[in-house]
């Protein structure tokens, strides 16, 4: 039974149909797998600059919290310094105020001659030389002295050994100074200083650590007390 045309046409737009049906299954499918494929590369770059952007956030705030660390160090320094400088100055201020007070002491002629005679015989001892020299301030001439006699007597009883003795009246002590001696041995090249200065440096050395418990309290850090 031959075709006609009418049935040739209605075969032929059933297969193009069906072609176009197939097509449009495709292009959907098609979508389907680049929308899918999309999906997870777009997770996997999301998720990529996720983690390097919390990386990146930890980091900072390591960085922060390293730089906080470093400041905050930086400030109890500060602080502590601040702190010692405090001290030391309130010490200097003490030992300000102990050496002016030491020019109180010359101003009494009978306690000044008997710390004179200690203090020269103190030299004696320290040099137990045959000759010395005592350096004094010119105004207190005579009480050296009166003070290297007395010394004189005390230190031969006492060594048993006789003992030369000169005031040098060319070259005195600054007069501004508080007071006391300096003796020296017979070439000049050892020297015993006994001005009240130096006797009070002395003192304010051996008495620091004393000095500075009673003003702010012992040390929690010191293991030796010694």
Known sequence: ?????????????????????EAKEKVEEIDAKAEEEFNIEKGRLVQTQRV??????????????????IQMSNLMNQARLKVL???????TDLLTEARSRLAVIAKDPDNYSVLLEGLVLQGFYQLLEAKVTVRCRQQDLELVQAAV??????????VKSNIVVRIDQERFLP?????????????????VSNTLES????IAQQMMPEVRVSLFGANPNRRFMD
């Open 85 to 91: 400088k405090a001290r030391d100055d309130m010490i």
């Open 199 to 202: 006797r009070m440096e002395l």
């Open 52 to 69: 390097k952007i919390m990386e990146y956030y930890e980091k900072k705030e390591k960085q922060i919290e390293q730089h906080k660390k």
């Open 175 to 191: 007069a501004d100074i508080c007071g006391g001696v300096e003796i020296y041995n017979d070439n000049g090249k050892i020297k």
């Open 1 to 21: 039974m031959a075709l006609t045309d009418a049935d040739v046409q209605k075969q032929i737009k059933h297969m193009m149909a069906f072609i176009e049906q």
């Open 149 to 158: 006699n007395e010394s004189i007597k005390t230190y031969k009883e006492s």
